[in-house]
């Protein structure tokens, strides 16, 4: 599957962004889901993960209550709604997709996604 990954920029602190991942070439509900970054100087991880149905997800400890996950399986789409924008939320952004025969499961470690979007980056501003 081809991952292509957009909806990042600049923007200040306490401002929102949505990202947007499109898939193609495979059966887009075939895969969970995951959302990861990799600000300066640092190890990328993950910071949200959906399972391939929509409705299971998770968040890492820094995001929640700011992020929100989801995807749209009839336009093959993926989505990170970020909010209240942080100073430390500033990173290049990757999408990442995980073939799994589990309805139910999201998946939280590199190894276990297959797949990877070409990264956006995201700057936030003080």
């Known amino acids: 599957v081809q991952l292509q990954a957009c909806g990042g920029g600049l923007v200040q602190v306490g401002g929102s962004l949505r990202l947007s991942c499109a898939a193609s070439g495979r059966t887009f509900s075939d895969f969970a889901m995951g959302w990861f970054r990799q600000g300066p100087g640092e190890e990328r991880e993950i910071i949200a993960a959906?399972?391939?149905?929509?409705?299971?997800?998770y968040y890492q400890d820094s995001v929640k209550g700011r992020f929100t996950i989801s995807r749209d399986n009839a336009k093959n789409t993926v989505y990170l709604q970020m909010s209240s924008l942080k100073a430390e939320d500033t990173a290049v952004y990757y999408c990442?997709?995980?073939?799994?025969?589990?309805?139910?499961?999201?998946?939280?470690?590199?190894?276990?996604?297959?797949?990877w979007g070409q990264g956006t980056q995201v700057t936030v501003s003080s």
């Open positions: 990442a997709a995980a073939p799994t025969a589990y309805v139910r499961k999201y998946y939280r470690t590199e190894r276990e996604y297959d797949y």
């Open positions: 959906i399972n391939r149905g929509g409705g299971i997800t």
